[in-house]
């Protein structure tokens, strides 16, 4: 495996990007719980980022009866594999989630009360996208908490944003190893 360097580039249609970048994805989708009684929706964003050759994953996503409603909200942390093309780009993450959110519980009196939960639990996710340009796609990335309040699975459709672009190619390329053996 070749050793990291931080700034080495990659030409693509004469441009240059950045082969080690961070990126982001923003979409939302479907999601199952054990404690609804139906789906829910869901919207959230992640921003996917490096330190070395590791990928870490950090996000908020929320949930509820329609988009923008919400009787759920996550945040997690996670650290994962990443491997990019041209044209693709495939990611795993797994690792911790914090949440917080409120069910509706009937009373011995038949009043509806809403019932308060918050903790912390495991989080994993897993991402593919095709790209229209080296920087821009749509993908898919199917997801799943496991914590003590409840189960939760699903899918979003995400829209990718890397900050891989560098410029136009130019006469002399330092950081493109392709060019300077």
Do not use: C
């Amino acid at each position: 495996m070749p050793p990291y360097y931080r700034k080495e580039e990659i030409l693509h249609e004469g441009k240059r990007y950045r082969l080690h970048n961070n990126y982001l994805t923003i979409g939302g989708g479907i999601l199952w719980s054990s404690i609804r009684g139906s789906e829910q929706r869901n919207i959230g964003a992640d921003y996917n980022f490096h330190i070395r050759k590791n990928y870490f994953q950090a996000g908020l996503m929320m949930s509820g009866p329609q988009f923008l409603s919400n009787n759920n909200v996550q945040a997690h942390l996670g650290y994962g594999l990443r491997k990019e093309t041209v044209k693709t780009n495939f990611a795993a993450y797994a690792g911790a989630t914090w949440f917080t959110g409120v069910v509706g519980r009937t009373d011995s009196v038949g009043n509806s009360v809403p019932q308060y939960y918050s903790g912390v639990g495991f989080y994993i996710s897993g991402q593919a996208v095709t790209k229209f340009t080296y920087d821009i796609g749509i993908g898919m990335e199917v997801f799943a908490e496991l914590n003590s309040q409840q189960s939760i699975a699903g899918f979003k459709v995400i829209l990718f944003f890397s900050g891989a672009y560098r410029g136009l190619k130019q006469k002399y390329n330092p950081n493109v190893r392709a060019e300077n053996p």
